[in-house]
Structures are given as C-alpha cells and as structure tokens.
C-alpha cells in the first residue's frame, strides 16, 4: 500500500501501524455546516422580504435580516435543470437536464442523467469529511429508473448523499405523499386526520438526520439540501393557516402586482423607478390560450371569489412551510448550530402557470388536458388546500406572485427565469447582514460560491472520475462588497422551446411560446432589452439596434453548441409524456404479487387508451374476505378492484369527477375463486378518450356490466402507484381509507391484459398462469 507509512515485520510486536490510509476524511476543525433551501415555484414577489405585502414568511426575513438578498438571481424555468445546476455548479444541458427528467430523450443535453464528470456539491463535501444529506423533493432521477428494480445510479444516496428522505418524483400529494427512505419505499407515519403534512414530516426528519450525526460526533459538520414540495402543486395547507389569509386576496392579481412593485422599490429589492410589465405580453399565435391571463375586471363574481380562495389556500401553504423552517432554523440555534451554518435559499423557478387562466380542484386535468367547470370547481371552494382537492390556482397568481416580471415558469422571460436568493453565514456576515445585491447571477454559481466560503477547490477527481469544468463564478465578492463588479457576463436560457441569451447587460429574447409544438425556430424573431437599465422588459428595442440582436443571437448559438443546447423541443406537454423512453420492456400481459411495493406508473401496465382486463386468483377466502385486491392512482385518477362488505367491486375513477362503478350482486364464495373485470373499448370521445364496456367477473361468469370511459393520459403526477393487496397514499376511492389490506383469504396473483385478446382466452390463460406458478 503506497500511502501506508507504518512498518511491517514477522511479528506485531516489532511492527508499527500507520492509520491515517484507512481513516475516513476528516473535515477541518469548526468547519461549517451548509445548508440549502430550495423552494418549490415560488415567484419572487411572494415572499415577505422581497416584496409581498400580504404572505408572511418570517423565517425567511429571519435569514435575509442575517445574510444578502440577490435582486437578480436566475434560474433555468424549470425545476430539475435548476436542482441540477445549483449541486453542480454545470448548466443545465451539461448535466442531461434540457426539461424535467420526465421529458427525457436520447440526446447528450436531454438524457436526465448527471454524467459522473459532473460531481455534486454533495459528492465533494463528503468526501472532505461532511455528513451529507436530501430531505423533500428530489426530480433528479429519470422516471423510468425510480422503481425497486431500477439502478438507482442517479437516486441521492448515489450521487453524494449518506441519507435520503422524500419523494424522488416532481410533485407529490402532501397530505398522502409517495416515500422513500435511503433506497426503499416507506409509508408515511401517520394521516392528516392526525395531524400529518408533509412540510412537517421532512423539518421532523430532517432534524433527527442532523440530531443523529451531532450526538455521534458534535465535531462534524454537514450538508443539508432542504427541499419541500411547496409551494409546487397541489397546493396543500392545514385550515387554520388558510384562515389567515380570508378576503386579503379580493382586491385581484393586478392590484397585488402594483402594491407588491411598489413595497419591492421601497425595501430596494427593485431600483427606483423599474416599470411595471403588461398582461399577456404575447398573443395566442405565439403561446398557448392555457398561457394566457383573464384580467381581474373581465371575471364574474364566482370567478373573483373562487380565484381570490385559490391565492389563500396558496398564501397558507407558502407560510405553513416557512413555519416549518422556522423549526429547523429554532433547532440549531437551540443547539448552537446557527451561527456557524452557511445558508443559500432559492426558489428553483418563477411561480407555476400550470393551473390554467381558470384555476383548477385537479390539476391533474391539465396534464389530461381535460377542461376545468367553474361550478365544479366552486363546489369545492370550502375544501380547497383539504385532501379531497388537488389544487392549483390560475395563470393570473402566477403572473402576480412573479411581480413586477412577464409571464412565468416555463419561460424565458423573467417571470420564470428571475428568483428569489438568500446567502447567509451568520458569524462571518458582520455589517453586510441585512443588506440587498443587484449583480447578475445564476443557479450555477451558488456551487462555486460555497465551495469558495469553506476553502475547497473544484477537485480533478471524484471517485476516480476526472471532472469537468464548472460554469459558475463564485458570488462571495459580491456578498462581500455591494460596489463588487459583476462576475457573470453571459448566461444563455432554452427550455421547452423558449429561448433566450444575457450578455453584458443586455438580454435578447426568441419570441416563442413554451410547448406550442410551432417548431420553425428558424424563423423566430428576437425581443432585444438592455437589462441593465429595463428588468422588466418593457421597452424592446430590436428594431432601433438591429447589429446588437445578431450579436446576442450569435452569442447564443455559441452557447448551445458549448453546451449541448441542441436540438431544440418545443412539442405539447402531451407529445412528451408520451415518447418512448427506456425503461422495462413493455409486454401484453403483466402479472403482480402481493407484499410488494407500489409499481409507479412509469413502469407499470398502461391502459390508456385501449382495452384491457384484470384478472386475480383468490384463495382460502372465508365470508369475512374484505380489501383492495388491485388499486392504481388516487381519488383524482385512478381504478380499483376490491371487497367490501363480502361483494366485489371495481371502480374507475375518472380524474376525480365521475366514480364509474360496478358491484357484484352476491357475496364472493368461500374457498378458491377467479375475479376480475374486462373493458372493451369501442370507440374515443372525445379524441384520446376511450369509451367502452365493462363487465364484472366472478369464478368466470359475468355479474355485472356497464359503460365506462378512461382518462386520455396518467392517474397522477404525484406517483401514487400500482398496489396489489392494499391502495397507498390517497386512495382510489373514498369508499374505503387506505390502506385497506386485504384480509380473510389470500391472493395468489393479479394478471393485467392489454394484448386485446378475447376474453374467454384470457381467463384460460389466467388459470395456465397458475398452473405454472
């Protein structure tokens, strides 16, 4: 051993050791701990120390009051290009992460995989002696690998971190999350009904994840990359903190984007003198009408009324879960930890616009792209932020809490692009504590700046593996002194087809809109602003100064070819959800057994859009026999086939607005019995719909039949997933309360057929199948 300084004779005795090659590193002594907090599309102008006049958020005006705010902080407009950016300190493209891992495709900028060359923050602290770890969201992982029988090559706990505790998809349910725990899945610890949220269960986690390090060994610092759901979709609040915020929303989104822009120019968030950006910056022939805003005076009353509860429930979540930081934040001072924590808290993109010009219980029809109903939706107004919706609130409170900017996530413009960013070491601040920054900067350099406050250098090497150059600059001259000259010069921007490139104070702008599927990128014409004098992009000024648009256009070809930008995809939300991606290969016939985890839906039986059937051998069933025999999804999309009260029955859950339900008209019999269910699909309406038949079976005859119709695209983006013998999460159904084990018999296996084959066929191969089992 070449590192080994000891010496070896015959005997011990006459030996000496020489420990040091087979300690573990050590981090230098009063090392500081670092953490992120990394908000979940939150708009700039929604938090209490960058402009709101109404959401409080005291947990971050506690971390601004002790460090430096930045003005003009940017990120990619999307959230797992942002993550990406922000652990590795490389662009977005550079790390496979062009979209969401979901929209991953077989190109070097797109692959949603983070080559090994690119390290993580995580990866070097822990190998320079810090304890690392991922509490919350994770969307880092592509979902076709976030599966029990994937390589978990890009989940946390690969990628530099001892400990993990979250959910690995971008959204979860936050009254009945998806979990994992390090590697494996795991229920959540409690219900609502008791008290449960998720904000609370990653602050309860993530301080026994540090509380369990410090009483081992007090001496070693740690890495905490803090990462809730909010304010992401659904929009999820204990009542009482929704309370809070009754009728301080009805005035409407366009009188809170002039107050919140003048309180952002009195604290000095914006210069004095900034405009203020127009509605609807671009028509319907450049974006999509689900883009576009209502003005406030166009609404009617039920829709003022119904919008104005959507921003509550939102102000609720947004402080719910800063009380919860609060928590964290009350934890280390407690334990004398405060003072010596780097702190950087971002947002990872402008608000989110998902929620369509009208706002939606379910937001889960956008991605069906199935159309909201006002009086549907006004139906649940007392229930909105409560388990029985899936929330999100329109297009004109994502343009608001995005104040004083155009548009929102997803663009290029800076109302996706311009966030929120705080950077605090409480002991080494001094008098710069409190104080605002106007330099540019971006989500790759915040690696840079921290490896910069504690005395690390980029390394050449992680875990054998040469590393590639960083991206970012470093921030620390600029946190230290207000007159430091800009760092960053350029910083190009392309996202689902968006465009856009920051060169020395001037910004140039591809006006195209975000998932339009127009493609022709080469005739688009470029918006020039100059920055240093019009944040807000109010005054385009291509056509005065025609040879500084071809410069910056130039300057953005340049930067894609670096960066592996190309090629550029703006196709429908729908056209990306459904590539072919790889993944388990798909078959006609999948079988499943009980006391396994949940299947997530990526690589689980799809049945969009054709027919199929289910088929289960029960056994040893006694006139008690009662539970979930099959259950995918949740009660916003999802279909189930369970025993209740001794009678079978299935139920396909149409995005939440319709149970489509079948039951059998007799108890099941004692013993040994075939169940299941068939659909034939007959024809689609509208488009993408399938409509069809259904009928019930039970020991090979059928007992009852009907009509049903299935949903165009996924039971759920928050990763509730397939179930055989019981329903995770949220169930399908509120006929029953998870998880709703099967009891009094047993079963022996769950067949789901898509291959179109007649029916009596299938059920003889269902009993072949057990037959060879």
Known sequence: MADFKGTISLDIRDSKPDWDPFLPPKAAKNAPNVIYIVWDDVGIAAFSCFG?????????????????????????????PTRASLLTGRNCHRNGMACIVEGANGFPGMSAVIPPENGTLAEILRDEGWSTYAIGKWHLSPDTEIHQAA?????????????????????????????????????????????????????????SFIADTKQADPDRPFFLFYAPGATHAPHHAPKEWIEKYKDKFDAGYEQYRVDAWKRMMEI???????????????????????????PWDSLNDDQKKLFARMAEVYAGYLSYTDHQIGRLLDYLEETGQLENTIFVAVSDNGASGEGTPDGSVNENKFFNNWPDDLQENLSKLDELGGPNTYNHYPTGWAWAFNTPFKMFKRYSLEG???????????????????????????????????LDMVGINNPDKIGGVPQSHLDGVSMLSAIEAAEAEDARKTQYYAMLGTRAIYHEGWKAVAKHGALTGAGHFDKDDWELYHIATDRTECHDVSAENPEKVKELVDVWMREAEANDVLPLDDRTAREQLTLWRPGPEERDRYVYKPGTSAVPESVAVNIRGRSFAIGAELENLTKDVSGVIFAHGSRFGGHSLYV???????????????????VSPDPLPEGNVAVGMVFEKTHEEPTYVANGKMSLRVGGQTVAEGTMRTQPGKFTLSGDGLCIGWDSADPVSPDYQPPNRFTGGDIRFVAVDVSGKPELDLEREFHALLARD
Not at 54 to 71: H, K
Not at 279 to 294: C, E, F, G, L, S
């Open 52 to 80: 709101s006049h109404i959401i409080e958020t005291p947990s971050m005006d506690r971390l601004a009051d002790m460090g430096v705010r930045f003005s003009q902080w940017h990120t990619t407009a999307l959230c797992s």
């Open 151 to 207: 390589s978990k090559r890009t989940w946390p706990t690969s990628r530099g971190f001892d400990r993990y505790y979250g959910f690995l998809g971008g959204e979860s349910n936050q009254w009945y999350p998806d979990l994992v725990h390090d590697n494996h899945d795991v229920e959540q610890p409690y219900m609502p009904e008791d008290g449960y949220h998720l904000s609370k269960d990653l602050t309860d986690k993530a301080i």
């Open 268 to 294: 000095g968030i914006l210069p004095e003198g900034t405009e203020l950006s127009e509605i609807n910056p671009w028509d319907t022939d450049t974006i999509n009408a689900v883009d576009m805003v209502h």
């Open 416 to 450: 996706g692009i311009a966030d929120m960013c705080i950077v605090t070491h409480g002991k080494s601040m001094g008098p710069v504590a409190g104080q605002i920054r106007h330099q540019y900067f971006h989500a790759v350099d915040v690696m840079p700046t921290i």
């Open 644 to 662: 209740k009260d001794g009678h079978l029955h299935y139920v396909y859950n149409f995005l939440g607005i319709e149970e489509q339900r079948l």
